[in-house]
């Protein structure tokens, strides 16, 4: 939980670096909660019962774009390649590989290694 709570922390910060950990962490509650509230919305049957789904949506827009550019920024890339996720369907497979990439294991030009290193343990 503190995963996706320290992405939310970080609510617009779009320099650093994010671990593959912390990006895919609150990507998983994201899409746990995403499912939660559309199903609570499309059993309901109304269409006022999916506010709650679309104010969540919107509510995490910015941070989900946050910490894909922070992780873009780990494996020492530009921010600005994540509109490669535009392209419609190998875009999306591009992200995933990219996103699924290890880290600079060295501090790199967007900032040390967040990954705690066994002298730091």
Known sequence: MHWYVDVLKKYAVFNGRARRREFWMYNL???IALVVLAGIGLQARTTSAMIPYYL???AIFIPSIAVT???L???NQSGWLMLIGLIPFLGGIAMLVITCAEGDAVPNAHGP????TPAHL
């Open 29 to 31: 509650f994201n899409i």
């Open 56 to 58: 969540y949506l919107a």
């Open 69 to 71: 550019v922070r992780r």
């Open 73 to 75: 920024h780990d494996i």
């Open 113 to 116: 290694n967040p990954k705690p």
